[in-house]
Nanobody, 117 residues
Framework: QVQLLESGGGLVQAGGSLRLSCAASGKPFGSNVMGWYRQAPGKQRELVATITSLGTTNYVDSVKGRFTISRDSAKNTVYLQMNSLKPMDTAVYYC???????????WGKGTLVTVSS
């Protein structure tokens, strides 16, 4: 059974930084993509950033240059370093794992990030 455990959310002032972590437990995943999505109040969940098992990254335009996604494959952990945070970044951030072999998605429970102005 795959489980994702997120940590690192919290309250920060605009311009500040936070680092989110997500550890995945379970069997070896093989080819996979790990990523972060977010959902602000009253809005749909949106992709923030993804990273493949080969290290290829992808970002939504609104976070490019401010957020960095990385992973430690030995620990099955993905990180999201968020700098220059803005009030518009306020949302619940969800960790996602997509396993290519089984074509399945797994989600964490989410961690709240609040950016005050």
């Amino acid at each position: 059974q795959v489980q994702l455990l997120e940590s690192g959310g919290g309250l920060v002032q605009a311009g500040g930084s936070l680092r989110l972590s997500c550890a995945a437990s379970g069997k070896p995943f093989g080819s996979n993509v790990m990523g972060w999505y977010r959902q602000a109040p009253g809005k749909q969940r949106e992709l923030v950033a993804t990273i493949t098992s080969l290290g290829t990254t992808n970002y939504v335009d609104s976070v490019k240059g401010r957020f960095t996604i990385s992973r430690d494959s030995a620990k099955n952990t993905v990180y999201l370093q968020m700098n220059s945070l803005k009030p518009m970044d306020t949302a619940v951030y969800y960790c996602n794992l997509y396993i290519s072999l089984t074509d399945r998605n797994y989600w964490g429970k989410g961690t709240l990030v609040t950016v005050s102005s």
